[in-house]
């Protein structure tokens, strides 16, 4: 019994130490408030973020007594979310989404229209999005989780949907000014043949982005399968250059 209650115990003040609260104060839609009101809800929602950590760090190394500082330091920096899970707000919202589909180099592309509503989850740590579309014909429906891993330094995605069985997760980075995100990995067609692929999301204004999508086939060539463009419900697109290396 006195083992069980001191596992506990030390549950207990992992969860304390890691409560969402990095963005309890971000709004929902930054796009929708002035550059000053952002800013001052930013600042506001980190400093409270900081504040919550070392509390939390300080409670549950009382409760963990035995456990090294600077391990308990770095468990803790590892739970909470930080500026590389900023970036991933500019995703978050309802949007129209346009979409051009290329079923085989050099034919012509198919288009369809979409929507997608994207939130921000589990304190700002990942974003949820949903997405529906028509596909040859069919309902499609598909969900995104985005996220950033502390421990491995990079961004991941998994992407499931109505038209498969697999998951489709893929890894990246972003550009130095969060503006352009480069995924990879790799995608298995039903007859077991194994394709690269790439994604390269470009943030061209607050309300408009651009997915392509790419896949590598056994000549080593890559090619261009499909584009989407997502433009903010009830904002017209506003094209601005965005930084970062450009897509090939």
Same mark, same amino acid.
């Given at each position: ?60 190394? $009382? ?32 949007? $129209? ?68 069985? #697999?998951?489709?997760?893929?890894? #990246?980075?972003?550009?130095? $000014? ?36 790419? !896949? ?10 499909? !584009? ?21």
């Amino acid at each position: 019994m006195k083992r069980k209650s001191n596992l506990f115990v030390v549950f207990a003040g992992l969860c304390l130490a890691a409560a969402p609260v990095a963005f309890a104060d971000e709004p929902q839609n930054p796009a929708q408030k002035t550059m000053d009101q952002t800013k001052d809800a930013a600042k506001q929602g980190w400093q409270q973020a900081q504040d919550a950590a070392k509390d939390g760090q300080k409670k549950a190394a $009382d409760m963990m007594g035995g456990m090294d500082p600077k391990q308990m330091e770095e468990m803790m920096k590892s739970m909470m979310p930080g500026e590389h899970h900023k970036t991933l707000l500019q995703y978050v919202g309802d949007w $129209d989404v346009k979409a051009k589909m290329w079923m085989a180099p050099g034919a012509p592309a198919e288009e369809t229209t979409g929507t997608a509503t994207a939130k921000s989850e589990f304190g700002g740590r990942f974003v949820f999005m949903t997405y529906e579309s028509e596909m040859m014909g069919q309902p499609f429906e598909g969900r995104l989780i985005l996220g950033y891993n502390n421990n491995t330094k990079q961004n991941e995605a998994a992407w499931v949907d109505n038209m498969s069985t #697999g998951v489709w997760y893929s890894t #990246g980075n972003a550009s130095s $000014d969060g503006k352009v995100f480069t995924f990879t990995g790799t995608f298995v067609e039903p007859d077991g043949e194994k394709k690269a692929t790439r994604e390269v999301t470009t943030f061209k204004s607050p309300d408009l982005y651009v997915s392509e999508f790419f !896949e590598t086939g056994k000549d080593g060539k890559e090619n261009k399968m499909m !584009e989407l463009t997502y433009t903010r419900k009830g904002k017209a697109a506003t094209m601005k250059p965005a930084g970062g290396e450009p897509s090939k």
